[in-house]
């Protein structure tokens, strides 16, 4: 019986010490949007932004993840998104674009990108239709075609998975389309959500960036 | 002898005590109580950051960041309020069914006749009307593409439903997918979402809006 009382404390001990104390990811995100100067948000056909795509981010064993994207969403369970993704264990960031249709998600893989530079990320509709496309770097990625929605509201984020991943967003050149051709800068880079305890978003106007770091 | 008799009769207790403390000591750990990186005590949906900043988090675990009904338009006081603002008298939910209103919404638009109405409840659903909706949504192209939308009737018009649910995507990991009813009358498209609720909540809250 004592053997057996050793037995469990001993299989105890170990189960605390394998089990990961993130057991059950907990999501970190933080997400910029653009304002008017009365106030409101700004809606529009698109949005752009240069990204600095991190060539080594911190990510945790076994699946931490750091992503950076550009969004046009429409009133809330309706978007297009634009990204990277890096994931531990990866050898290159991910590209990537999603659809989410009536709150359900499609999917792309846009394939590695380069890492420790910049890359070009831009959602936006073809004009006059309801098709939505994503690029990078000025190329074509893909189209969602019959998405059944012609305008929306741009943002950027970063997230990831850990608080021990790495969360650093440097987005720059921020810009919306406004009607059918003509792209503009963001209005005002503002602050939008945020449930990251180690990062926060620092708006710069004046210079079109957001840029996502401790803080 | 006595003693060691007193210890073989306790030993199972000794043992199932142990590994209950050693279990509370895990859960303690899992949680966060142990080795949190929070700074402070906030409730369990804020976090308190280095600087001050005490945020909230989502209503949920997913990394996908939804962005909040606040994004796409401006508060107003109360459902007539919003009604007096847009460009068509709305079908809207009965309180008896739905609840009062915790947020509501003008939402903006390109044009005047757009101006649609958000209303979130307490428990996370929200109504979205859309009014002169363009294009038109195609349900039948829909469910054909979204495999667990299905087609239902909502007071005699054409819509769809799904009950909530979960998605694993590459770049996200997994994601939550909300239970949503939605319907296209006169023109005006209706969406009702909630995470983690189903259709015997949203569907009545959809037929009461009539």
């Not at chain 2, 976090?47 to 001050?52: I, S, W």
């Not at chain 2, 998605?167 to 009702?192: D, K």
């Amino acid at each position: 019986m004592r053997n057996l009382y050793w037995r469990i404390l001993a299989l105890s001990l170990l189960i605390m010490i394998v089990l990961p104390t993130n057991a059950f990811a907990l999501a970190y995100g933080v997400t910029g949007k653009s304002t008017n100067t009365g106030g409101g948000n700004t809606y529009g056909y698109g949005c752009y932004s240069y990204n600095y795509v991190m060539s080594n981010p911190t990510l945790q064993s076994p699946d931490g993840e750091h992503v950076n994207s550009v969004y046009v969403n429409y009133l809330g369970n309706t978007g297009v998104e634009c990204g990277w993704y890096r994931r531990y264990g990866q050898s290159n960031p991910q590209g990537f674009t999603v659809w989410m249709n009536y709150g359900a998600y499609h999917e792309v893989a846009l394939g590695a990108m380069a890492a420790g530079q910049n890359a070009g990320l831009k959602v936006e509709s073809v004009a006059g239709t309801d098709e939505w496309r994503a690029y990078i770097n000025g190329a074509f990625m893909y189209e969602w075609a019959n998405a059944g929605w012609t305008y929306g509201w741009p943002r950027v984020g970063s997230e990831r998975k850990y608080t021990g991943d790495s969360n650093y967003g440097d987005f720059k050149e921020l810009q919306f389309r406004e009607g059918n051709v003509t792209w503009k800068y963001w209005n005002n880079v503002t602050a939008e959500s945020d449930n990251d305890p180690g990062y926060r978003i620092y708006p710069d106007t004046a210079n079109h960036k957001a840029l996502v770091d401790n803080g | 002898m006595e003693r060691m008799n007193l210890r073989k009769r306790y030993s199972p207790l000794i043992a199932i005590t142990s590994l209950l403390a050693v279990g509370m000591l895990v859960f303690t750990i899992q949680t966060g109580g142990i080795l949190s990186t929070a700074v402070g005590k906030s409730p369990a949906n804020q976090v308190q950051k280095k600087n001050g900043t005490v945020v909230t988090k989502q209503n949920n675990d997913a990394k996908f960041i939804k962005p909040p009904m606040s994004l796409f338009g401006q508060q107003v006081q109360t459902l007539n309020d919003a009604v007096s603002q847009i460009s068509v008298v709305p079908k809207l939910p009965n309180p008896a069914v739905a609840g009062n209103p915790k947020e509501v919404y003008v939402l903006d638009a390109p044009t005047p006749e757009q101006k649609g109405i958000g209303i979130l409840y307490e428990n996370g659903i929200q109504i979205w009307i859309i009014p002169n909706k363009q294009p038109a949504p195609n349900y039948d192209a829909t469910v054909r593409i979204e495999p667990n939308l299905r087609l239902v009737d909502v007071n005699d018009a054409k819509g769809i439903a799904r009950e909530p649910g979960t998605q694993t995507l590459m770049s996200h990991g997994e994601v939550p997918i909300p239970g949503v009813v939605a319907w296209f009358e006169n023109g005006t498209e209706y969406e009702i979402y909630g995470d983690n609720i189903g259709l015997n909540v949203l569907m009545p809250i959809a037929r009461s809006m009539h």
